[in-house]
């Protein structure tokens, strides 16, 4: 069995997580990603209120008993949500791990260390990784410029990101950004990572609870299917290119400022793509990985095809070339 050693201390038999994804990760898709032994990531923020953030960890306790985390994506907005209260609702309801994303988590790591929860914290490039082991995480997730969402504003692809990141970082180190299958999470193992963050993977999946089109959508596109939007704001986001992706892209390349493009970025409409399945309503993430999605397969099936798959490759492809057999 391919066991790392951030199984062994986060907690889970594969070295596989789901990271937080604004509007999917919810109890259906993380209960099913845990009781296939990876390690899935409810999205706080997808809940309205940290009232409800507690209620759906108790939602998905319900659907399994292995353990699960939540995510806490804090990003700089005018009228910010009450981090500190979610933050407290994830300690009360006694979840085992957080996976804290965007900006600095210095203000919240205490507390969560207070707690006894385990943090994982995401970022994108090697100084971040490097300061948040300074402030005491239990690991990092490095995202690279594949992925979906936030990729930063650096451009460092995962091929040399993760190896830079592994140079400088001792606890345990996930790579992220790419990664859909079996190959991945054996290159991802021989670049310095313990294991593999997906998202646009997860999100075709049965589980994942947006409407078919938009997975068919993932199997459909290909790798140069992607617009990244808000570069000129140094927010970039990587989205799956539609009609709505490249007005934002050309409003904001012309010189035009966020509030020109507010309305068709608006989180209501990604929402409403995720909901009715219409593809053109609004912006939604999707990484590069979409090239290496082919088919919509359950949680289970996804996560034993990954491990089984990349054994075969150590040891048969791999172990074949040490001993010269090909
Ligand atoms: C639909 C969607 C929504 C996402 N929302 C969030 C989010 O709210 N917070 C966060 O930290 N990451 C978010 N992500 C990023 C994922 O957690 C993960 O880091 C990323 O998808 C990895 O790259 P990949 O898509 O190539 O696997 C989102 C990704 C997707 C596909």
Known sequence: MMTTRFCTEFGVDYPIVQGGMQGVGRAELVAAVANAGALGFLTALTQPTPEELTREIARCRELTDRPFGVNLTILPTIDPPPYAEYRDAIISSGVPVVETAGFNPAEHVPAFRAAGVKVLHKCTSVRHAVKAQELGVDGVSIDGFECAGHPGEDDIPGLVLIPAAAERVGIPMIASGGFADSRGLVAALALGAEGINMGTRFLATVEA??????????????????????????????????????????????????????????????????????????????????????????????????????????????????AGES
């Open 209 to 322: 609870p947006v409407h078919q089109a938009v997975k068919e959508r993932l199997v459909e596109a290909n790798e140069r299917e992607t617009d990244l939007i808000f570069r000129p704001l140094r927010n970039t986001a990587r989205v799956a290119r539609n009609s709505v992706s490249r007005k934002v892209v050309e409003v904001l390349d012309e010189g035009g400022a966020f509030e020109d493009v507010r309305e068709l970025v608006a989180g209501s409409r990604g929402r409403e793509v995720f909901e009715t399945g219409d593809l053109e309503r609004g912006v939604w993430s999707a990484g590069l990985a979409q090239g290496l999605i082919h088919d919509i397969p359950r949680v289970s099936e996804l996560i034993r095809r990954i491990v089984a798959g990349a054994e075969d490759i150590v040891h048969d492809r791999l172990g074949a070339l040490l």
